[in-house]
């Protein structure tokens, strides 16, 4: 039998804890001329190129230089169901909730539709770099299953979950406190833990959800306490005066959340901007995780994400897209705006603290950082391959670049799916099969097949 052994050559970067300056070399390793051995999917060896080609075998090997290998990136938040509204124009949440997303949402009651857009969702998502995502389906139990079985059809490590919403919302958008249960119950039974994929117990938010649909996700937490949980906090004022008005007992509106046992460090609790002090103390204790939606928060006007703020009370920050409110699928393009929303407040985002973020920063937010999210021998080869010279502008620039921190300042500002120029999921190459060379073989570029075919068929 064939080996299914590849070996990756190329310029290697994985962080093995968050860089706390930007001169700060304790954090990463990079390799100059290094490679990584592949196997079943797996990171078995990394090191110099030398090194580890010696104990290679016959392993195919694929020459990325001068590009960079990291880890693939993690998005903790995204809407599957959004594709088809991601810029539409002109409101701010409550409004943009009723007036786009859950007409949309409604479209995905519909098997064929679910599962034409999962396809399209997924290809989006590596075509960026994203090689895992923790997102948000439709409160129908199809929409879920469209996306649990793209991603086993990919072999993707996803987290996901049907949003459970039984108010405050359209007719064909609302669940019951018992069917979302039962249609969670299912799922949990079905996908968790199967393959790669992991569910997340997903309360929308307070205002699409009942006292009694919250008590509900309360014992699907107790019951379930190895998922995750994903919900939305304090995006927009708007949204927390109402919220405060349907759960007047509420000390705040975490306290909502936190009275039916939702919070622990499986928790993940979208955009968190305006928060009170207890809710920061709060989130300190329990180790819930406020997630950083930059390009939605820009988009939507919701309001500045304090990291410095929240970091110094020892909370763990992700950073996410938010697709459909966020308007990029590129975690280079999420950093860019992130760059620029601490920017605003006098904190810092230096490069090698953002991609550690994307990669095994998010990764420990999620608890997952000895599976994904670094190259360490033994995770998983997910790995995303990037080119700082990917246009015009970004290889006019690189000729005025000498370090590692500028280059990656370069891909951090300027970089987006141009930048990918290979993605592998557990150890398949996911744009363009790449042909064996023989070694030693001097770098060359590939193009991308899949993605150019599909932009031939839309144009
Ligand atoms: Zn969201």
């Given at each position: 039998m064939p080996s299914d052994r590849l070996l990756l050559r190329?310029?290697?970067?994985?962080?093995?804890?968050?860089?706390?300056?930007?001169?700060?070399?304790?954090?990463?390793?990079?390799?100059?001329?290094?490679?990584?051995?592949?196997?079943?999917?797996?990171?078995?060896?990394?090191?110099?190129?030398?090194?580890?080609?010696?104990?290679?075998?016959?392993?195919?090997?694929?020459?990325?230089?001068?590009?960079?290998?990291?880890?693939?990136?993690?998005?903790?938040?995204?809407?599957?169901?959004?594709?088809?509204?991601?810029?539409?124009?002109?409101?701010?949440?409550?409004?943009?909730?009723?007036?786009?997303?859950?007409?949309?949402?409604?479209?995905?009651?519909?098997?064929?539709?679910?599962?034409?857009?999962?396809?399209?969702?997924?290809?989006?998502?590596?075509d960026h770099g994203t090689t895992t995502a923790v997102a948000y389906c439709s409160v129908h139990k199809a929409s879920a299953e469209a996306y649990f079985e793209?991603?086993?059809?990919?072999?993707?490590?996803?987290?996901?979950?049907?949003?459970?919403?039984?108010?405050?919302?359209?007719?064909?958008?609302?669940?019951?406190?018992?069917?979302g249960y039962d249609d969670t119950k299912d799922l949990i039974a079905k996908w968790h833990g199967r393959g790669r994929a992991s569910y997340a117990i997903t309360p929308r938010f307070a205002i699409t959800s009942t006292p009694g649909q919250m008590e509900m996700a309360g014992a699907l937490v107790a019951e379930h306490p190895d998922c995750f949980v994903q919900t939305h906090l304090s995006e927009n004022k708007n949204e927390i005066a109402y919220t405060l008005e349907l759960y007047p007992e509420a000390r705040d509106y975490l306290d909502v959340y936190q009275r039916y046992g939702l919070l622990s460090d499986?928790?993940?609790?979208?955009?968190?901007?305006?928060?009170?002090?207890?809710?920061?103390?709060?989130?300190?204790e329990t180790g819930a995780r406020p997630v950083f939606c930059p390009t939605s928060n820009l988009f939507l006007g919701s309001g500045l994400f304090d990291d410095a703020g929240l970091r110094s009370k020892g909370i763990v920050n992700a950073i996410a897209t938010d697709i459909g409110a966020g308007t990029s699928y590129s975690m280079l393009q999420t950093l860019n705006e992130g760059y620029k929303i601490l920017q605003l407040q006098g904190q810092k985002l230096h490069?090698?603290?953002?991609?550690?973020?994307?990669?095994?920063?998010?990764?420990?937010?999620?608890?997952?950082?000895?599976r994904i999210g670094t190259l360490d021998e033994g995770t998983e080869a997910d790995i995303v391959v990037l080119d700082s010279r990917a246009t015009e502008a970004m290889a006019l620039r690189m000729e005025r670049a000498s370090t590692l921190a500028e280059e990656l300042f370069v891909l951090q500002m300027l970089g987006d799916d141009r930048a990918i120029d290979e993605v592998y999921v557990a150890g398949k190459p996911q744009k363009g099969k790449a042909p064996a060379v023989p070694q030693p073989a001097p770098a060359r570029t590939r193009k991308t097949p899949a993605t150019r075919e599909r932009d031939l068929v839309l144009s």
């Open positions: 190329g310029r290697l970067l994985t962080f093995s804890a968050e860089p706390q300056s930007p001169d700060d070399t304790s954090a990463f390793d990079y390799i100059e001329d290094g490679a990584l051995l592949i196997e079943n999917g797996l990171i078995l060896r990394r090191g110099s190129y030398c090194e580890v080609v010696a104990g290679a075998g016959d392993a195919e090997i694929i020459d990325h230089r001068p590009k960079l290998l990291m880890a693939g990136f993690i998005d903790t938040h995204i809407h599957f169901p959004q594709v088809q509204i991601v810029a539409s124009w002109g409101a701010q949440l409550l409004d943009w909730l009723n007036t786009y997303t859950f007409p949309e949402e409604t479209r995905f009651a519909d098997e064929g539709h679910a599962a034409a857009m999962a396809c399209r969702f997924f290809d989006l998502l590596t793209e991603a086993e059809q990919r072999n993707m490590r996803m987290i996901g979950g049907k949003v459970l919403m039984d108010r405050n919302a359209p007719d064909g958008l609302r669940d019951t406190p018992q069917s499986k928790m993940l609790l979208g955009h968190s901007i305006h928060l009170e002090q207890r809710e920061i103390d709060a989130l300190a490069p090698f603290r953002a991609f550690h973020w994307i990669t095994r920063g998010n990764a420990v937010a999620l608890g997952l950082e000895d």
